[in-house]
């Protein structure tokens, strides 16, 4: 037999793979389920510059292809390790700026099963493009560096044998090269991080299993709520939902294997001062699911945004998902730690930018009541013509509906940032937002916009089509004139505008005079400026200042910067906090009727 090796001098197989046994969102297990075994700790790992794994195809070796005696190019058993979760970018000086493919490799015994449950594969996250080998079958590919993904790997799995056997062999390929054609796209103003960057299991299902679920208020007032599921099989079969103190009942799914039930109930209503959750359990034949869940309404009324029917003023800020130990892989203490911030500046609202963060921020947000804007990387400009484009961005929307569709704390799902105005993005978009509404009546659709600076207008016609319109202006900084903020944010766009983006840089240190750029009284005196023009503004609902703290970037190379953008009103040690942070955090006590909150907060208070 020729050796399949020798297919690498003339092939690449990648692009095919990558098209075969595709993991999508309908494919995604639904939260509320516990990992039977974490698969998180010491992973094998090696870059792969040249995709000589792919073109040799090693990863069939385990399926008994390749000669054992014959020499290799590789060995998984004695490759250098890496923890998972990580960032290999992090890892190692000599990966710090490497993008590219990277090969993770580890074994795991039997999984002790019951007859007909199947055994499913979850990667929290893997940046960008990712395929899935067991025992040398290939299980899933996926495209998507920030949302989860699932594998049915059953049948691949070696019956009885332990992991001091040889177990079974897990291999995954992950690449964050940058394509054109990628949601994002080859062009982003945050750093590229690769890696399996979020915590992987397997589960372990019945064979007929609940596969997506949401618990809301019910749409006629707050006097009921709605449960609506939907099995992975047709059929009438009985589905009890148990609310810890306020539901208990039974039903009985539709022939198409759905539910969706009122239910009368009166459930205390969450919110940033009454972050109330409830404990659910739901229960359809053999599975079950369990989850902290809190009851809120969010709409929009004229120029207002309501939360369980009053007026709210969103006191936000914006974030990316970084430190500098872990890149984007953020343990839960640093969650807290940026949380923490927010709180502490009085915030009841985060805009997570410019792509999903961890579920467990959404989690911890719930928990310590924080209402959340979250996004999809649709960032400035995408391959709008392109269907696969298209296709990728909303799997990656839904993906993200189906973690978070039952966080209380996630408000809005925004749909884009700063994208042109063109006849082939309205269409994409308008595709976004009609996918967002179809799942999910009951949340707001918001995209970040350009200022026409022209005309000091927005002219995106995007912001006819959403709940709630973000304006990116950076007055102060990149363009000045606070008078022409003030015309910008007096026009009426006919809905609730959140001012999505403003500020300035500063180096966490350096001190001047209040007109001298990069300073901290810079920085700070465009927020004050931005903060009295804003605020008289009666078509502002919300603010997300840009940004909590500084993050690293390789498009900002003034020397100052040294690849990162400064703009962070603390820096990147998430430890000093520059004069603008207790500026935005006075002015935030003063709206929210509040006193200012010192450093030390309790995250979990």
């Known amino acids: ?249 039974e039903f009985v799914t539709t022939a198409d294997g759905r539910l969706d039930a009122i239910i009368p109930a009166s459930p205390e209503l ?4 009454n972050p109330r959750l409830y404990q659910v359990e739901i229960r359809a034949e053999e599975d079950l699911v369990r989850d902290g869940v809190g009851f809120r309404r969010v709409e929009v009324d004229g120029g207002k945004v309501l939360l369980n029917g009053e007026p709210v003023f969103l006191r936000g800020v914006t974030a990316h998902e970084e430190s500098l130990e872990n890149g984007r892989a953020l343990t839960e203490a640093e969650m807290l730690s940026t949380l923490a911030l927010a709180k502490e500046m009085n915030c009841n609202f985060m805009r997570l930018a410019h792509y999903p963060h961890s579920g467990e921020v959404s989690r911890l947000a719930d928990r310590l009541g924080i209402m959340l804007w979250e996004e999809i990387p649709v960032y400035w400009s995408l391959e709008f013509d392109n269907p696969a484009t298209l296709d990728n961005a909303a799997n990656q929307l ?16 925004a749909v884009g940032n700063e994208n042109p105005d063109t006849d082939e993005r309205f269409h994409f978009m308008n595709t976004l937002i009609d996918t967002a509404r179809r799942r999910d009546p009951t949340r707001l659709v918001a995209a970040a916009c350009l200022v026409d600076l022209e005309k000091f207008t927005v002219s995106d016609r995007l912001a006819r089509e959403v709940d709630i319109l973000g304006i990116n202006e950076y007055f102060g900084w990149y363009y000045y004139g606070y008078d022409r903020l003030a015309g910008l944010l007096a026009r009426d766009y006919g809905k609730p505008v959140v001012v999505s983006e403003f500020g300035a840089e500063a180096v966490a ?84 009727g509040s006193q200012p909150r010192g450093p030390g907060v309790d995250p979990t208070g």
């Open 1 to 249: 037999m020729e050796n399949p090796g020798y297919s690498q001098l003339h092939s690449n197989p990648i692009d095919d793979l990558m098209k075969s046994h595709v993991a999508l969102a309908d494919s995604l297990l639904c939260p509320g389920r516990l990992p039977a075994l974490k698969l998180d700790g010491e992973w094998h790992a090696s870059p792969d510059i040249y995709d000589n794994g792919v073109r040799a195809h090693w990863y069939r070796e385990a399926g008994g292809e390749f000669d054992r005696n014959a020499p290799k190019d590789y060995e998984f058993e004695a490759w250098d390790t890496m923890a998972l979760p990580a960032c290999w970018n992090c890892r190692e000086e000599k990966y710090s700026l490497y993008e590219g493919s990277f090969w993770f490799f580890r074994t795991f015994g039997d999984v002790p099963r019951k007859e007909g449950e199947r055994v499913i594969l979850r990667v929290g996250a893997a940046n960008y493009a990712a395929m899935v080998f067991v025992n040398g079958i290939h299980v899933a590919s996926h495209e998507g560096g920030f949302t989860p993904f699932c594998a049915d790997i059953t049948a691949a799995l070696k019956p009885s044998i332990p992991e001091s056997d040889g177990g079974n062999r897990l291999l995954v390929w992950v690449s964050n090269a940058r394509r054109r054609d990628a949601v994002p796209a080859d062009f982003t103003d945050w750093f590229n991080y690769g890696g399996i960057y979020r915590s992987v299991g397997l589960y372990l299902v019945p064979p007929i299993r609940i596969d997506d679920w949401s618990l809301s208020l019910g749409p006629f007032g707050d006097d009921s709520v709605r449960l609506r599921l939907a099995l992975n099989a047709r059929g009438e079969r009985p589905v009890r939902l148990g609310i810890a103190g306020l539901v208990d009942a």
């Open 509 to 592: 240190g350096l001190h001047g005079a209040a007109d001298e750029q990069w300073t901290e009284e810079y920085q700070e005196e465009v927020y004050r400026n931005q903060f009295d023009v804003i605020l008289g503004s009666a078509k502002v609902v919300g603010l997300a200042p840009w940004l909590l703290y500084d993050f690293k970037t390789p498009r900002r190379l003034n020397p100052r910067q040294k690849m990162y953008n400064l703009k962070g009103l603390v820096d990147r040690t998430k430890d000093i906090r520059k004069k603008a942070f207790f500026c935005v955090r006075d002015r935030y006590a003063e709206l929210a």
């Open 398 to 413: 839904v993906e993200l509906m189906k973690r978070d569709g039952n966080r209380a704390s996630v408000i809005v799902w």
């Open 270 to 273: 969450w919110s940033p001062d």
